[in-house]
């Protein structure tokens, strides 16, 4: 047994009586104790937290106010939009230096996708620089830029710098998961709230836009978008999400229960509600006559199915089969349902086409002629006249050649122009990563995917994603699915 009671304890620099004197002259160590924080450290932590779930309710509340001014497709609202962004940006910026100076940047872990976006943005800065010159075109119509608009050339990278903050707040602040699919469920309510006004102001309030009369697309539900086409986007996009988190309800991981799996069990007021939610929503997408739109909704719905029911272990080649028959069947109902707002604008598709077509020859041949400087952001309408034919219609001026990736393409040149269908492509790697790798939280990744899928088919009939408030909440969705938990 240790005694104690005789133990004086030594003082500092006092020599060991027990040593000898070679020890007792040899250098001795002296350790400093240094108080931890901790504290203060779980403070900080939380205020960070605090923080990003107000950023995250401002995201959201940002994204359902957006659509608001005609779909956000005016200069005015691109302005407004942008300095929102930009005042939510720094202050969060300021904010979580001062609660949390050593969190991790989680946008350091997406350079893949930040690179070309910068590139991009510099592109487009340098279209400003004052060298012009087509070959063939008379002297005085010569544009003193790259762009042959630099007001417009100037909006735009103002609306594209945007996209770049909301890009950057999503990664940052969707690093939690739980957050994360909070966010996604804002965007899905929002989306909800604009298709029940647009439900409304079809029927009830006279078939107005924002209480005033509409210019076009009378008898065709519109909500705050001008064009139904890129209101059927954003519906496409809403009603991916809401499938997405009805499916993990029924398909997602559970309990376990004593008597084993059951997905009827699953089946809770919760469940029946949200599905009456998406279709409120169908039902305003057959209400926008949008037959890409109906098109690009149902792939983009298989497609996450599919990715669904593989995650989960849920598919099979008879339930392939089944999911198969079930798409062809909900398709044809869609067209009957959506009576003359689906089936006769069917009807006339080959008419349309031709027209689209000759929409196509006319915009490569403007991007033939100067396939790698482009004619400036946000240039089309001004550039396009230069070629304009007489085999299309001369008395419609054409603002966008109904095809994004054309689009870019005139605008940016092939070479830039091909970086966004790049960011694009890499983020969709990197949803699948985020899917495959995520035990429970895949919803979000999974959504990415399909939203990415829908857009992409109908950007090749259509302009919706030039259109601001769809490319908000596109950026969002996929910025959300491509986030990693926060290291």
């Known amino acids: ?238 009603f991916i999400v809401g499938l997405g988190r009805l499916l993990f309800n029924l398909y997602g991981p559970q309990p376990r229960v004593p008597r084993g799996r059951s997905y009827l069990r699953r089946i809770t007021i919760e469940t029946v509600v949200q599905a009456a939610f998406l279709a409120i929503n169908f039902v305003t997408l057959l209400a926008t006559g949008s037959r890409l739109g109906l098109v690009s909704c149902l792939v983009g719905s298989a497609f996450l199915l599919l990715a669904v029911l593989g995650k989960t272990k849920a598919l099979s080649g008879v339930s392939a089969v089944i999911l198969v028959l079930v798409f062809l069947v909900v398709a044809a109902v869609a067209v009957v349902a959506g009576g003359d707002q689906i089936g006769d604008r069917l009807a006339f598709l080959i008419v349309d086409a031709d027209k689209r077509v000759e929409l196509f020859r006319q915009t490569l041949a403007m991007i033939s002629e100067r396939p790698f400087l482009g004619y400036g952001l946000d240039s089309f309408p001004i550039a396009f006249e230069l070629f304009h034919s007489p085999a299309l219609s001369t008395s419609v001026t054409w603002e966008k050649p109904h095809n994004s990736y054309l689009t870019l393409w005139a605008e940016f040149g092939v070479v830039l122009g091909s970086l966004p269908l790049l960011i694009t492509a890499i983020c969709f790697v990197g949803a699948l990563r985020q899917m495959r790798e995520r035990a429970t939280s895949f919803t979000p990744a999974a959504v990415a995917c399909s939203v990415i899928v829908a857009c992409a088919i109908h950007s090749l009939g259509d302009f919706s994603l030039e259109i601001a408030a769809n490319t908000y909440v596109f950026v969002a969705l996929v910025g959300i699915g491509i986030s990693r938990k926060l290291r």
């Open 1 to 238: 047994m240790i005694s104690f009671a005789d133990y004086t304890p030594r003082k500092a620099g006092q020599p060991r009586p027990d040593r000898s004197a070679a020890e007792q002259n040899a250098p001795e160590l002296v350790f400093e104790s240094v108080p931890l924080r901790v504290e203060r450290m779980r403070l900080s932590s939380k205020s960070a937290g605090r923080l990003n779930d107000a950023v995250a309710l401002c995201i959201a509340i940002f994204l359902f106010l957006a659509p608001v001014p005609f779909g956000a497709n005016r200069p005015l609202a691109w302005l407004g939009a942008s300095a929102a962004i930009a005042l939510l940006t720094l202050t969060y910026t300021l904010l979580i230096s001062a609660f949390d100076p050593a969190r991790p940047a989680q946008f350091r872990r997406h350079l893949a996708v930040l690179v070309p976006g910068g590139v991009l943005l510099l592109g487009a800065v340098l279209q400003l620089l004052p060298i012009g010159g087509v070959e063939g075109l008379h002297e005085e119509l010569q544009p003193a830029h790259i762009t042959f608009s630099p007001s417009a050339t100037q909006l735009g990278l103002i609306r594209m710098t945007s996209y770049a903050m909301l890009f950057f707040l999503i990664l940052e602040v969707c690093a939690n998961s739980v957050r994360a699919e909070r966010l996604v469920a804002f965007i899905f309510y929002g989306v909800l709230l604009h298709a029940i006004w647009a439900l409304i102001s079809l029927t009830f309030l006279g078939d107005t836009l924002l209480f005033s009369e509409k210019v076009a697309y009378r008898g065709y539900a519109t909500g705050t978008f001008v064009n139904r086409n890129s209101f059927a986007t954003y519906l496409t996009m809403g």
